[in-house]
C-alpha cells in the first residue's frame, strides 16, 4: 500500500465552519474544556483492552483531537418532520431536489435527512414508531451512519462531544460519557469501551431521487423548529460550509498522519465487506459500467448509481438464487423483474415488491476514510 504523511492546507478554515462550531465554550461548564473527564471519556476504573476491527480499545487519549467545544456542534434531539419546508416562517432556506439526504427507511416509515442540516448539527436523535434511531453524519469523513439509539439496552440520547479521531465524528452517550467512533458505532473510550451499536440500513441520495422512490416520505425540518441538545438553535442553512474542504485534497483539520495515495482522498466510494475482504466501488468505474455484478468474499453483490451519483450495493441474492443483473435504463433488470437502484425494490415481473438486502453498512463515503478504517480494502477495477 503506498501511503505517505499527508498534511491538511487547503480550505481548512472555510470548510470547518461546522466542525469547528460557531459558538465560544460556554462560560463556567467544565465539558468545554480539554481536560475535563466527560470530553476525554477517561474513567477511574480503564476497561481491559479489547479491539474493533484492526484497533486496539481504548483508543489512546493523545489520538483525540479536539475541533469544537461539547455541544457547540449541537446535535438534535426534538426533530420536526413535515412533507417539505414550505409553511415554516422560521426556515428561510429552500429545499431543492439537488440538495443531498440521508435517506432511511424503517418499519414502513421514510425519512429523509438533508445534508444542508447534518453539516450543522451531525447527529439526530429520532424515533421510528417507537423504536429509538440515531441518525448521524460526518461532513469531514462524508460519511453517514445509521443505528439502534440504545445504550445497555436502554434509550439514550447521542451528541456530539467537539473531539475527532482519524478525522472522524467522536460522539458521547448521555448516559455513561463514554465516547463512539460514528464509523466504528463502537465506544473507544470510556465505560462502555467495545460496546458496539446496531447498525440499519440507509443511503445517501437527492431529494429528488429520495422523495420519487419514496412518495410518502418525510424529510426533517431544520432548526429552531426542529429542536436540539441548546435548546433553540440556528444555523446558515443555505451555506455548504465544506464546500472548499470538499472539493480539495485536504484531510480533516490536519492531524490524519497517512492517506492511502491509491485514489484521490475525497473520490465517493460504497464499501462492502464481508469473509475478511473488504472492497471499496468508487462513483466513476461504477457510473462507467452501468452495473457491477461481483463476489466479496462469498457475498453475491451489485453496484450501480443513479443519474445523480447515489450509490447503492445489494446482495444480489434472491430466495436461494444469485441474480445476474442488467441496466435497462434508470432501473436494473433480473429475471424477469426490474429494480429500483436507490430502493432496492422490485417494481414489477416475478419478484414485484421484493426488496433486495443492503451489502453495505455504512453509506458511501470518502476514499479516505473507508481505507483509512479499512487498511487491507481493495479497489474495485483495480
Not at 324 to 346: C, K, N, Q, Y
Amino acid at each position: 500500500m503506498n501511503r505517505r504523511r499527508f498534511l491538511a492546507a487547503l480550505g481548512v478554515t472555510s470548510a470547518l465552519a461546522g466542525c469547528l462550531g460557531d459558538d465560544p465554550p460556554i462560560a463556567g461548564d467544565a465539558d468545554s474544556t480539554d481536560t475535563d473527564e466527560t470530553t476525554t471519556g477517561r474513567t477511574t476504573d480503564e476497561p481491559a483492552r479489547t479491539t474493533a476491527g484492526p484497533f486496539d480499545l481504548p483508543i489512546p487519549e493523545d489520538e483525540l483531537r479536539r475541533g469544537a467545544p461539547k455541544d457547540a456542534i449541537p446535535a438534535i434531539t426534538a426533530p420536526v418532520y413535515s412533507d417539505d419546508w414550505s409553511g415554516f416562517d422560521e426556515v428561510n432556506v429552500e429545499l431543492q431536489d439537488s440538495f443531498e439526504v440521508v435517506g432511511v427507511e424503517l418499519d414502513g416509515i421514510a425519512r429523509a435527512y438533508p445534508l444542508a442540516i447534518l453539516n450543522w448539527h451531525e447527529i439526530v436523535n429520532d424515533t421510528f414508531d417507537g423504536r429509538p434511531v440515531v441518525v448521524t453524519y460526518c461532513p469531514l469523513c462524508g460519511s453517514a451512519v445509521v443505528a439502534d439509539r440504545l445504550v445497555q439496552g436502554e434509550p439514550t440520547y447521542f451528541g456530539v462531544s467537539g473531539l475527532l479521531w482519524m478525522s472522524d465524528l467522536v460522539m458521547y452517550d448521555d448516559r455513561t460519557n463514554s465516547l463512539w467512533s460514528q464509523v466504528l458505532a463502537t465506544a473507544i473510550r470510556g465505560e462502555l469501551t467495545g460496546d458496539t451499536l446496531s447498525l440499519l440500513p440507509a443511503t445517501i441520495s437527492t431529494w429528488g431521487e429520495w422523495k420519487a422512490s419514496h412518495p410518502d416520505t418525510e424529510v426533517l425540518v431544520p432548526p429552531p423548529v426542529s429542536g436540539t441538545i441548546r435548546g433553540r438553535q440556528t444555523r446558515q442553512y443555505a451555506v455548504n460550509p465544506y464546500t472548499s474542504y470538499q472539493q480539495s485534497s485536504s484531510i480533516g483539520i490536519g492531524f490524519n498522519d497517512e492517506v492511502d495515495e491509491r485514489m484521490h482522498p475525497k473520490t465517493s466510494v460504497i464499501g462492502i465487506t464481508a469473509d475478511g475482504v473488504a472492497r471499496a466501488y468508487p462513483l466513476d468505474p461504477v457510473s462507467k459500467a452501468g452495473v457491477v455484478n461481483d463476489d466479496v468474499g462469498s457475498l453475491p453483490v451489485v453496484v450501480a448509481a443513479t443519474m445523480d451519483g447515489t450509490l447503492a450495493a445489494y446482495v444480489r441474492r434472491v430466495d436461494g438464487s444469485v441474480l445476474e443483473f442488467e441496466r435497462d435504463g434508470e432501473v436494473l433488470s433480473a429475471d424477469g423483474s426490474r429494480w429500483d437502484i436507490v430502493t432496492g425494490r422490485a417494481l414489477d415481473g416475478p419478484h414485484e415488491g421484493t426488496v433486495l438486502n443492503r451489502a453495505n453498512d455504512r453509506s458511501p463515503m470518502f476514499w479516505f476514510a473507508w481505507a483509512d478504517f479499512n487498511p487491507e480494502t481493495e479497489i474495485y477495477g483495480q
